[in-house]
C-alpha cells in the first residue's frame, strides 16, 4: 500500500528568491485582496518571494505588510511563479 501511495507524491522544494503563487483560503484571503465576490476570487495570490526555508517543508514568504496572516506557510499551498512579468 506504501508504494502505491507514493507513486504520485513529489518532492517540490524552492530557492531562495524564488517567486511563488500562495493558495489561500476563503477567510483569510480578505487581508490579502480586497474583493467585493468571494466567491469568484482567484485560488492563487501572488506572487510573493520565498525569504527563507523554515524546516523541511515549510517557506517564510514575503507578503505585504497590511497582510494579517502567518508569513510561514506549507509546501502544498505553493505553486512556482513561471515567466518574467507577473499579474498581481
Known sequence: MQAN?????QDIEY????WVFLKMQPYRRRSLAKRINQKL???FYG???VLNKVGVVAYKL???SHSKIHLVFHV???KK????????
Open 47 to 49: 506572487p510573493f518571494q
Open 5 to 9: 501511495a507514493n507513486k504520485c507524491h
Open 15 to 18: 530557492a531562495v528568491s524564488d
Open 62 to 64: 514575503d507578503l505585504p
Open 41 to 43: 476570487s482567484p485560488q
Open 76 to 78: 502544498s499551498l505553493l
Open 81 to 88: 511563479a513561471i515567466g518574467d512579468s507577473f499579474q498581481s
